[in-house]
């Protein structure tokens, strides 16, 4: 497959290479992926600013993380499950439950709870099991949750298929295979 390049500063927008500098002052580097979301300040602009909403909703960082690697899993998205992989154990997981959560399962009741429906909204393309979603509300989730949860896939998904379109190169470590 071919692949995208991976821009230089001096091949984007003065707008993106600003979002460039804020997003390495933040995370102390700039990951490939979102350097290649530069090619478009507008799309880089609107990711970054859809991801900083919803990291201070309803959800914790773990279980950010954690629907995170579900949907990548669930998109095959060797990038984003390799820099979701690194930052879901820097929130507390260890190797074998960011594997058992990439099955959509997890050892915490309420976190298998939301991840089997984000796993199942993934899979079905926004679609919705009526029983998992019963026991999302019964775990104590409102409606609030409910259209965050949807919000955290749909971010994950475009960072999922602009993985897929560009094949930008892996700049985490490799998360292993499930199949």
């Given at each position: 497959?071919e692949t995208i390049?991976?821009?230089?500063?001096?091949?984007?927008?003065?707008?993106?290479?600003?979002?460039?500098?804020?997003?390495?002052?933040?995370?102390?580097?700039?990951?490939?992926?979102?350097?290649?979301?530069?090619?478009?300040?507008?799309?880089?602009?609107?990711?970054?600013?859809?991801?900083?909403?919803?990291?201070?909703?309803?959800?914790?960082?773990?279980?950010?993380?954690?629907?995170?690697?579900?949907?990548?899993?669930?998109?095959?998205?060797?990038?984003?499950?390799?820099?979701?992989?690194?930052t879901a154990k820097?929130?507390?997981?260890?190797?074998?439950?960011?594997?058992?959560?990439?099955?959509?399962?997890?050892?915490?009741?309420?976190?298998?709870?939301?991840?089997?429906?984000a796993k199942y909204?993934?899979?079905?393309?926004?679609?919705?099991?009526?029983?998992?979603?019963?026991?999302?509300?019964?775990?104590?989730?409102?409606?609030?949750?409910?259209?965050?949860?949807?919000?955290?896939?749909?971010?994950?998904?475009?960072?999922?298929?602009?993985?897929?379109?560009?094949?930008?190169?892996?700049?985490?470590?490799?998360?292993?295979?499930?199949?």
């Amino acid at each position: 497959m071919e692949t995208i390049k991976v821009p230089t500063r001096e091949e984007v927008s003065p707008e993106s290479r600003a979002m460039f500098d804020h997003i390495t002052q933040k995370i102390g580097k700039l990951p490939n992926l979102y350097a290649v979301i530069g090619y478009s300040p507008a799309t880089l602009k609107g990711f970054l600013q859809f991801d900083s909403a919803l990291s201070s909703g309803v959800f914790s960082s773990r279980e950010r993380e954690a629907i995170y690697l579900v949907v990548s899993e669930v998109n095959e998205c060797r990038y984003c499950l390799a820099a979701h992989t690194v930052t879901a154990k820097n929130n507390g997981f260890n190797h074998d439950e960011t594997i058992n959560i990439r099955k959509g399962i997890s050892y915490e009741t309420r976190l298998t709870t939301v991840i089997r429906l984000a796993k199942y909204i993934a899979e079905n393309q926004g679609q919705v099991d009526p029983v998992l979603l019963c026991d999302f509300f019964e775990a104590g989730y409102n409606e609030d949750a409910l259209i965050e949860l949807i919000g955290l896939v749909a971010l994950r998904t475009f960072t999922n298929y602009v993985y897929a379109v560009t094949g930008v190169p892996l700049d985490f470590p490799e998360a292993i295979s499930l199949k």
